[in-house]
């Protein structure tokens, strides 16, 4: 994810930024880890974007006035993420294609962080202008995260 990017998510709100950049690393890293497609995944990166992440979740203002409403979406989107992961490898076509929806839900705590930061304005712009899947069974990956 740019840090362009991040500046318009989260309005420039740096403690924001950091929980997402934060986020995104330890999502990304987990999915890594899973189904270890990235050929430049190393135990030492998981365990620095996992520290950076558990840090990032005890020490950030952001997170830590904003954690009643980040939390449940947080297990949410790994909960789905876990799901896609299971209906990718199901068999049943419609779930194969489903989980691309699933596995892309972790994108909807960027999208409540721009509600926080911004209200429910920002928060469809950045839906509008961002909103995407990684479709793992078309080959291509679209938006931003």
Known sequence: MSEDLLKVVCLGNQMAEAFCAAFWRFAHSV???IDRDNPS?????????????????????????NKQSLLPIMVQSLIAWGDSMEW????????????????GWYHEVFYHVAFIVGGIDHAQMITKQH???DHQDRGSNYGIL
């Open 88 to 103: 990718e490898r199901s068999g049943d076509s419609r779930k194969v294609a489903d989980s691309d929806v699933l596995k």
């Open 41 to 65: 995944f190393t135990a030492t990166g998981f365990v620095k974007n996992l520290a950076v992440f558990v840090l990032d979740l005890s020490l950030n203002p952001f997170f830590q006035q």
């Open 131 to 133: 909103r995407s899947y």
């Open 31 to 33: 999915d890594d880890l």
